[in-house]
Each structure stands twice: as C-alpha cells, then as structure tokens.
C-alpha cells in the first residue's frame, strides 16, 4: 500500500481589532492631555461607492478635519471633564465623557432621559474620525420618542437612510430584548441610529457618526494580539450590534464626574 505524505503550508492571516481602551494614565482633562500640534489635513477616507454626505458637521465638530486641539477647544467650551488618552490595543487617541452630561450638548435631539456618554475618538497622528453618544431610558415612551425625532432630523439633512427609516413606538420595548436601527451612509460618513434594550434592561438610544475606512487603517499596537481578526467598532456601536456594553474600556478609572445638574436642563423641550 503507497502512502501519501500531504505537505501542509502554514498560511499567516493577520487580522486589526478595534478593541478600544483607555490606558491608567488617563486621568486628566481633556485640555492637560492634548497637546498643541501641527495642523493637520483632512483626513481622506477609503473609496466608497455613492456620493459625499451634504455635510460631516457635528454639533461645532466635524468628522475628518477637527484635530486634537479643537476637540479639547470643544470639551473646555462645553465645560465637561472627561478621561483623555490613547487607547489601549490602537494607535488611537480616545476622549470619553461619562454622565449625566447635559443635555444641550446635543441640542437637535429630544432627551428625556439621560445622556450617559459622549466617545470622540481619532488616529493619533489624524483629525476625529468618530463620535458616539449614548442616552439611557427607563421609560419605553421617552426612549422611542427620542428614536424618531432623530430619525426625523437625520433624514431631512441626509435624505432617506440605507436601512430603516421607520418610527418606532414604546410597545416595541416590552420585550426583554429588542432593537431597532436606522442607517445612513455615503463616501465619507456613515451614522447608525439604534434603539436597543438588551436582559430587561434599560433602553440605550445609540447615535453613532464615523468616518469610513479609516478605522481599519489604524495599526494595532506593538505587542496586543487580535480576537478573531474583528473589525474595528467603538464600544457604542459594538452595543448597539447586541455586544459588551463597553468592551475592554469598562477597566478603564472612573471618569471624573460633570459639572452640576443644574447647568442642565431637566429635558429637552419637544
């Protein structure tokens, strides 16, 4: 009996995880960690199909051409205090701002309940390539409400999305688990808008803004391995998507805290 010997030829398939992080020595204001460099050119993103998006303008930011230093400008200007540093498995730079946050710093959103997070997120040699927000409900009503005014104020900016589109109502988060999610998405944005309560729960209201292709770009640091050759998400959208709620970053010191509720408005008026 011939036997055959099968030769076998390793094959190495090197894979970019976007595990976000924020190292111990985080503990600063934004405006201690940032700082001045040299301006920077808008970040040009990876070939996408499909025409630019009207604007990438956020809320005094834009996506692809505000630097470090204007986005600690923006934190200071809004007077919150927020964890600032690299991250830790990325060659990127977070800042994370945790709540209660006031509520006028997304002033074309209806939030009746809290606005638990605010992520802004950028290589560390390239302007911000990702904002993410977070509100938190413990009412289905308020949750669904502020779901459809968003959808209603992104479609009137960016047209009709890619996916979803449809209002939501408070009976949809009677269930233990349920979601729902819009998608808008061009050359040089994308936005995903989801409505998520995961175990009972509270319902999360997930806004998401990035840059496309860029965090696919950024390299892993030296000596952090992959899981699974994962794509890059921040921790809102990795939430949004039924995931861990904060991922690696939840190891991360507390946040130092926002200035006083009464800078705040109680709720957004409709």
């Not at 986005?71 to 690299?86: F, K, L, R, S």
């Amino acid at each position: 009996m011939t036997f055959f010997v099968l030769l076998a030829v390793p094959l190495v398939v090197g894979s970019w995880i976007g595990c976000f992080g924020d190292s111990s020595t985080a503990k600063a204001t934004v405006a201690a960690v940032e700082a001045p460099a040299a301006p920077m050119a808008p970040m040009a993103p990876m070939a996408a199909a499909g025409p630019k998006a009207p604007t990438r303008a956020w809320n005094g930011l834009t996506l692809g051409e505000s630097s470090g230093p204007e986005v600690a400008a923006y934190v200071q200007t809004q007077g919150i205090q927020c964890e600032a540093g690299p991250a830790l498995a990325r060659e990127s730079f977070q800042v994370r701002c945790a709540g209660p946050l006031p509520l006028g710093l997304l002033p074309d959103r209806v939030i009746g309940g809290q606005l638990a997070e605010l992520l802004l997120s950028r290589p560390e040699s390239g302007p911000i390539n990702t904002i993410s927000t977070l509100r938190k409900y413990s009412l289905p009503d308020d949750a669904a409400r502020d779901y459809n005014v968003a959808v209603d104020a992104l479609t009137k900016t960016y047209g009709a999305p890619l996916r979803g589109g449809e209002h939501t109502t408070p009976e949809k988060f009677d269930a233990k688990v349920a979601r729902v999610a819009s998608v808008w998405r061009f050359a040089d944005l994308e936005i995903r808008l989801t409505a998520m309560r995961a175990s009972g729960g509270f319902v999360g209201v997930s806004e998401v803004w990035l840059v496309p292709g860029v965090e696919e770009q950024i390299n892993s640091r030296p000596g952090v391995s992959g899981h699974g050759g994962q794509k890059a998400k921040n921790p809102h959208a990795i939430a949004a998507e039924g995931g861990p709620a904060s991922g690696p970053a939840s190891a991360a010191p507390p946040v130092a805290p926002a200035p006083p509720a009464s800078s705040a408005p109680p709720a957004a008026s409709p």
